[in-house]
């Protein structure tokens, strides 16, 4: 049973920025692209981010500059560096392979971003 939990969200002014991290269990990350999806309040979730097996990335326009993909296939870790972030950052995080897979949800992490 594969199972990935986000952690390190948080409260953070305007500008800031933010480190969050996806353990898996198992051997996903070493063979499946992996994705961090994020959904706002009254909207779909989307996808924000992803990195492939061989480490290629790609990033939505929204946060293309701002945000980092990367993934430690020897810690089973997927991260997501947020820098100038922005009030519309706001959201629940999650990670997940892409294309997503139903089972593999977590609870995600919840970042703010306020003054």
């Known amino acids: 049973q594969v199972q990935l939990v986000e952690s390190g969200g948080g409260l953070v002014q305007p500008g800031g920025s933010l480190r969050v991290s996806c353990a898996a269990s198992?051997?996903?990350?070493?063979?499946?692209?992996m994705g961090w999806y994020r959904q706002a309040p009254g909207k779909q979730r989307e996808l924000v981010a992803v990195?492939?097996?061989?480490?290629?990335?790609n990033y939505a326009d929204s946060v293309k500059g701002r945000f980092t993909i990367s993934r430690d296939n020897a810690k089973n870790t997927v991260y997501l560096q947020m820098n100038s972030l922005k009030p519309e950052d706001t959201a629940v995080y999650y990670c997940?392979?892409?294309?997503?897979?139903?089972?593999?949800w977590g609870q995600g992490t919840q970042v703010t971003v306020s003054s």
């Open positions: 997940n392979i892409v294309p997503w897979a139903r089972d593999y």
């Open positions: 198992g051997s996903i990350l070493s063979i499946n692209a």
């Open positions: 990195v492939t097996s061989g480490g290629n990335t």
